[in-house]
């Protein structure tokens, strides 16, 4: 825990170091912090004041004598285009900081209403995932496990589809990643070593 602090205090001082004295700082929780940019003309500011935090976050951190490397993913949402209030500004952020995760992380990434739409279809695939196990919505389909050298089955393997009432047959891709991010990933792997 007192490498953890330590490391989240020189975070602290880096981003605070690359900031303005107008802008405004704050750690949420974790591992997350939030700025606020105030008299911002254009997008493009953002952008540098983006990369810049990167570049912060990319040299080597001292942790006990030694050193860590860190990267970040940066979520943008501007006011008032993206949101009204502040907790919707947040919201938006956050959004498209996880956007900024899946790409492939150290990077910042602008909101886009195509992300709202995105996040809610997910939330509402979510709960939907969380009920398909009690309502016996999926499926193992089983393929066979071949030695190349004698052309002979050695095993088989299960896999599991997940028959959505309303967008059908769904493949692991569309829904085990969400299972993954969601901890749902448990019961699912439960049910599908107790079906097989």
Same mark, same amino acid.
């Given at each position: ?75 943008? %949402?501007? #006011?008032?285009?993206? @949101? /009204? ?5 947040? &919201?938006?952020? $956050?959004?498209?900081?996880?956007? +900024? ?71 692991? %891709?569309? #829904?085990?990643?969400? @299972? /993954? ?5 448990? &019961?699912?792997? $439960?049910?599908?070593?107790?079906? +097989?």
């Amino acid at each position: 825990h007192a490498a953890g602090d330590a490391v989240l205090q020189q975070v602290a001082a880096r981003l605070s170091a690359s900031l303005r004295v107008s802008d405004t700082l704050a750690r949420l929780s974790g591992d997350e912090f939030t700025i606020l940019l105030a008299e911002i003309e254009s997008a493009n500011d953002v952008a540098i004041v983006g990369r810049k935090l990167l570049d912060a976050m990319n040299e080597p951190f001292d942790v006990r004598g030694g050193t860590a490397r860190l990267s970040a993913s940066i979520g943008i %949402a501007m #006011f008032p285009d993206d @949101a /009204e209030t502040p907790e919707e500004l947040l &919201a938006d952020a $956050d959004t498209a900081m996880y956007r +900024a995760k899946e790409s492939g992380r150290n990077r910042y990434q602008f909101f886009s209403r195509s992300m709202h739409a995105r996040a809610v279809a997910q939330i509402e695939l979510e709960a939907e995932l969380r009920q398909a196990v009690v309502r016996g919505e999926l499926v193992l389909h089983y393929q066979p496990q071949v030695e190349p050298s004698r052309g002979r089955i050695v095993g088989v393997e299960a896999l599991v589809r997940w028959n959505h009432p309303r967008l059908g047959l769904l493949a692991p %891709a569309r #829904f085990i990643p969400l @299972a /993954e991010e969601t901890r749902l990933i448990g &019961a699912l792997g $439960d049910w599908v070593v107790h079906a +097989a």
